[in-house]
T-cell receptor
Framework: QKEVEQDPGPLSVPEGAIVSLNCTYS??????FMWYRQYSRKGPELLMY????GNKEDGRFTAQVDKSSKYISLFIRDSQPSDSATYLC??????????FGPGTSLSVIP | EADIYQTPRYLVIGTGKKITLECSQT?????MYWYQQDPGMELHLIHY???????EKGDLSSESTVSRIRTEHFPLTLESARPSHTSQYLC?????????FGPGTRLTVL
């Protein structure tokens, strides 16, 4: 079993839809959770960072962490074609290296 | 504003050639990383460094080597490239938990 599982998609939604991206993990020691966005032929860039259970909102993006279920989510409201990218979840313990999920490919259709 | 640079962006070479992938950052961060990423797959850490003259192998075994003689520079070398080395190589740096990625080098070995 991989430490971090993520549905690779691809996920295709119409413009304006609410998108839900999810990851599950097996290591209960993970404390820091991140979402990266990676456009085609570019390096990943950090989108959201959280270190506690609950929700964190930044504009159209909301990151949700449920440590009891070992489950994290990223919600995108009013999705735009410019949101089309691969979204990678990432997490780490307090002392170890970052572990990345395989990413979910998202296409937002105008 | 780019603060991490990778060259070349694309490289096609023949089997047996020695190559060096360059990575430089201008933030003065101590921590730097090399990841390998195949299409649709997760990032695999192949090398990391926590400062000058410090290098460690990552989770994925790699035939490449790295050096860290200067804080800003973290080159990766393949002594004899093979088709199995064909992949995208991403360099990153960090100070805290957030990693800042370069644009990547897409390597094809014929």
């Amino acid at each position: 079993q991989k430490e971090v599982e993520q549905d690779p998609g691809p996920l295709s939604v119409p413009e304006g839809a609410i998108v839900s991206l999810n990851c599950t993990y097996s290591n209960s020691a993970f404390q820091y959770f991140m979402w990266y966005r990676q456009y085609s032929r570019k390096g990943p860039e950090l989108l959201m960072y959280t270190y506690s259970s609950g929700n964190k909102e930044d504009g159209r993006f909301t990151a949700q962490v449920d440590k009891s279920s070992k489950y994290i989510s990223l919600f995108i409201r009013d999705s735009q074609p410019s949101d089309s990218a691969t979204y990678l979840c990432a997490m780490k313990t307090s002392y170890d290296k970052v572990i990345f999920g395989p990413g979910t490919s998202l296409s937002v259709i105008p | 504003e780019a603060d991490i640079y990778q060259t070349p962006r694309y490289l096609v070479i023949g089997t047996g050639k020695k190559i060096t992938l360059e990575c430089s950052q201008t933030m003065g961060h101590d921590k730097m990383y090399w990841y390998q990423q195949d299409p649709g797959m997760e990032l695999h850490l192949i090398h990391y460094s926590y400062g000058v003259n410090s290098t460690e192998k990552g989770d994925l075994s790699s035939e490449s080597t790295v050096s860290r003689i200067r804080t800003e520079h973290f080159p990766l070398t393949l002594e004899s490239a093979r088709p199995s080395h064909t992949s995208q190589y991403l360099c990153a740096h960090s100070q805290g938990d957030e990693q800042f990625f370069g644009p990547g080098t897409r390597l094809t070995v014929l």
